[in-house]
């Protein structure tokens, strides 16, 4: 499957689950640390702008990476953002240049997507949590999601602003969990 296409169906399981937040739930606690499901939210616009302004050549500047605005209507910020992120990938070449994630550094447009597509995975199931839904994402998400977490440094995760610390669980334990359990979910 093309990571494209993978990546919209990220960013669809997660717009679902975003357009089931009520404005009473904005204040909810998230299982991410310090994020309300207002920032997660925000937070994720955020991302798919950046992701976006990367595909487009735009530098390491962190204010591109936390210039999402949710304004009064979260769903439709959200659902802008993901037009943009999917915009911005269109053409094949961007698959193939570097492009500056955060401040994690320069990665192939074929793994920034990737990184993507996990950090809507996982932020989905944040979401779930919150709102006390269930979570059920395709099992492709999953385990592409499942092969990225498995690479990123469990040493200085939290400095990085990346995930909280791994977890540990039995080896046999649901491809989900495992994800979950990699990224810092308990």
């Known amino acids: 499957m093309d990571i494209r296409e993978l990546d919209r169906k990220a960013l669809d399981t997660l717009g679902a689950l975003i357009a089931l937040v009520k404005p009473g739930d ?3 606690p998230t299982p991410c640390d310090d994020w309300t499901l207002h920032g997660l939210i925000r937070h994720q616009v955020s991302d798919n702008l950046g992701f976006a302004a990367a595909a487009k050549g735009a530098g390491p500047d962190i204010a591109t990476w936390n210039a ?22 269109a053409d094949d070449e961007v698959l193939d240049r570097d492009l500056i994630v955060r401040e994690f ?13 996990l950090d ?17 994402p395709p099992r492709d998400l999953v385990e ?13 995760r939290e400095d990085r602003g990346s995930f ?9 334990t649901d491809p989900l969990t495992r994800l979950l359990a990699l990224t810092g979910r308990r």
């Open 26 to 28: 904005h204040r909810l």
């Open 68 to 89: 999402g605005r949710l304004g009064d209507d979260p769903y439709a910020a959200y659902q802008a953002s993901a037009r943009s992120m999917t915009e911005a990938f």
């Open 105 to 117: 550094g320069s990665f192939p447009g074929r793994v920034a997507l990737s990184m993507h597509v």
């Open 120 to 136: 809507c995975t996982v932020h989905g199931w944040d979401v779930a949590q919150s709102l006390g839904v269930p979570y059920d």
């Open 144 to 156: 592409h999601a499942l092969g990225v977490a498995a690479f990123i440094p469990a040493d200085g």
């Open 164 to 172: 909280a610390p791994v977890v540990d669980v039995d080896e046999d």
